[in-house]
Nanobody, 122 residues
Framework: QVQLVESGGGLVQAGGSLRLSCAASGLTFSRLAMGWFRQAPGKEREFVASISWGSSTTYYRDSVKGRFTISRDNAKNTVYLQMNSLKFEDTAVYFC???????????????WGQGTQVTVSS
């Protein structure tokens, strides 16, 4: 198990940008695939982006392609989500998660952060 702590959420105007960070504890961080998920009130948690342990492969949900970029710095035990051209529909609690293998489904991620709120004003 790895402990994850998200930060960087907040209130931003539509069209603006935010950079989320996820700090991980443990020496095995570099061997884990990482992902970002989000959940709006009354909605199921949905996949946003994921990245392999060596950053060679990334996945994005269609609605964020070209706007969001996932990256990681294994030396800092941190994964990032750069969010540009934010839309009102991006408003949600964003969660960082870790898994042993690269995936897009939440069931395969066994470690989760507490979440950070992202609110986009229209």
């Amino acid at each position: 198990q790895v402990q994850l702590v998200e930060s960087g959420g907040g209130l931003v105007q539509a069209g603006g940008s935010l950079r989320l960070s996820c700090a991980a504890s443990g020496l095995t961080f570099s061997r884990l695939a990482m992902g970002w998920f989000r959940q709006a009130p009354g909605k199921e948690r949905e996949f946003v982006a994921s990245i392999s342990w060596g950053s060679s492969t990334t996945y994005y949900r269609d609605s964020v392609k070209g706007r969001f970029t996932i990256s990681r710095d294994n030396a800092k035990n941190t994964v990032y989500l750069q969010m540009n051209s934010l839309k009102f529909e991006d408003t949600a609690v964003y969660f960082c998660a870790a898994s042993r293998a690269l995936s897009t489904v939440p069931e395969l991620f066994n470690s989760w952060g507490q979440g950070t709120q992202v609110t986009v004003s229209s």
